[in-house]
């Protein structure tokens, strides 16, 4: 006779799993479907699939975090050292995503600023750069202007408070120390798919417009060897971003054991 319990308790300690690779999956098929959809701007559906995928991520994570399974043990103990997030996240990657995300609006804010505000052929403002080629007046784009940075920055609204919020109840809620490490590193993971893909796509969109025309003159080439490494650290965090939510695991480094997570 099948034993229902247990194929439930089976199916709960993974729940965390498929969540976190549905909400991969929802956002990979989200994405194709947008990138691919009519628009006489070719852009915007690649900001939409973007932002689509990273909303996705963190909402997978989150409904992973909520179905997890928390250590039913018949007594209970508890430290008198307070629990803080910066003990939870990444020691070292947790800077890097914070340096990532005040990039990420650094850049956008800069966008939205530069920008024309002058209506293109489409009725639309905020898409492209106005600069002075050969004497001429001429517009380079696409621009992280405020048309594109739009659903970025609401994006970032949403993803933001509620990851933190997420890691707050980790720090102050049941579990062993590794089983919350596991919870938040996924968490942040999430948040760092979020950013760190928003971050390649407004260095792409600025790659394309200054190498336009070669009319970015002087400040356009300064601007592309400053954001150049930035690109490379979004590709480097992109990568251990979605290697942490497919399968979160917190390494037990020397900074966990002394305590001093001080750099989150």
């Known amino acids: 006779m099948l034993d229902t319990d247990a194929l439930q308790s089976r199916l709960l300690d993974h729940a965390d799993h498929f969540a976190r690779w549905s909400g991969l999956a929802i956002g990979i098929v989200a994405a194709q479907h947008l990138v691919t959809m009519d628009s006489d701007d070719i852009t ?33 103990t508890a430290s008198l050292a307070p629990r803080l997030i910066r003990d939870q996240v990444p020691p070292r990657m947790a800077p890097l995503l914070l340096l990532q995300a005040a990039s990420l609006v650094a850049l956008l804010l800069i966008g939205a600023v530069t920008a024309s505000s002058d209506f293109d052929r489409t009725g639309r403002a905020g898409r492209v750069v106005n600069v002075t ?17 739009g659903p970025m920055f609401a994006a970032l609204a949403v993803g933001t408070p509620v990851c933190v919020w997420a890691l707050r109840r980790i720090a102050h809620g049941p579990g062993d120390d590794q089983q919350r490490r596991d919870r938040a590193w996924a968490i942040t993971g999430a948040w760092g798919l979020l950013v760190s893909s ?22 356009g080439a300064a601007t592309i060897v400053a954001i150049c490494p930035l690109g490379l650290l979004g590709m480097f965090t992109f990568g251990w971003s979605l290697v942490t939510v497919v399968a979160p695991r917190a390494v037990d480094d020397e900074a966990a054991d002394d305590g001093t997570f001080d750099d989150a």
Do not use: H, N
Request: with cysteine; net charge positive.
């Open 198 to 219: 928003q971050v390649l796509l407004v260095v792409l969109m600025v790659l394309v417009a200054l190498t336009d025309k070669a009319c970015a003159g002087p400040l």
């Open 133 to 149: 080629c050969e004497g001429m007046r001429t517009s380079l784009g696409p621009w992280p202007g405020l048309y594109y940075s």
């Open 44 to 76: 915007m559906p690649l900001v939409f699939a973007i932002t689509a995928f990273g909303l996705c991520a963190v909402g997978g994570v989150l409904l992973g975090d909520a179905l997890t399974l928390r250590p039913q043990a018949a007594v209970r």
